[in-house]
Each structure stands twice: as C-alpha cells, then as structure tokens.
C-alpha cells in the first residue's frame, strides 16, 4: 500500500496561489492514478482533481476548470495542485489519495483507497 503526505497548504489572500503537494512512497507511483479531495467545515468530502496513471489524463470539477492545475512527477514519486485565482469558497482540507485503477469519468473518494492526513487550505477575502 502507498503512504500519502501532504504539503504546501497555507493562509493566502483571495486571488492568490498555492502549490500543494503529495509525496508517496511504497509501490511504484507510476501505477497508481491520483486525486485531490476537499472537505469544508459541514460539507462532504469532495473531488478537486485527478490525474491517472501512465497516460496522465485528468479531470477537474467544475468549480476550479481554469484556476487549478493538477500534474505528476513519477520520478519524484509526487503529485501536484496548483491552485490560482483562490476564492475564500476554496477554504478547506485537503486531501491526496491513490487508486491502482484507472480513473472513471467522475471520480469519487469511494474509487480511492489510500490517503493522505490532509493539508488546510485557507482563502481570506
């Protein structure tokens, strides 16, 4: 099983960046797809992104097409967020996660079987 840790989260002002970051260890990266998840104080957990393994293909929700980037480094074993353009609706944890699978059109946290601990994301107005 994969290991999961977060990295990157932070205070910033709305309109502003964050890169997070997830370092894994254990199997090979390369195999697994990714995914960023967030989860707002009484809200479930929701997809942010995804990234699948070996052909990197990607999904987004719709509330971040355009601001969010998500990307890969296999030989770092470390996948990427890129969040622009914050807005304070942004504010929440968030997580990693790993499936061995491919992704499905819409990826849910019940298609992932490895997380991280979580990183806070905080967007003031």
């Known amino acids: 099983q994969v290991q999961l840790r977060e990295s990157g989260g932070g205070l910033v002002q709305a309109g502003g960046s964050l890169r997070l970051s997830c370092a894994a260890s254990g199997r090979t990266f390369s195999v697994y797809s990714m995914g960023w998840f967030r989860q707002a104080p009484g809200k479930e957990r929701e997809v942010v992104a995804a990234i699948s393994r070996y052909v990197s293909t990607t999904y987004y929700t719709d509330s971040v097409k355009g601001r969010f980037t998500v990307s890969r480094d296999n030989a770092k074993n470390t996948v990427f967020l890129q969040m622009d353009s914050l807005k304070p609706e942004d504010t929440a944890v968030y997580y990693c996660?790993?499936?061995?699978?491919?992704?499905?059109?819409?990826?849910?946290?019940?298609?992932?079987?490895?997380w991280g601990q979580g990183t806070q994301v905080t967007v003031s107005s």
């Open positions: 996660a790993a499936t061995s699978q491919l992704l499905v059109a819409i990826p849910t946290q019940r298609d992932f079987g490895s």
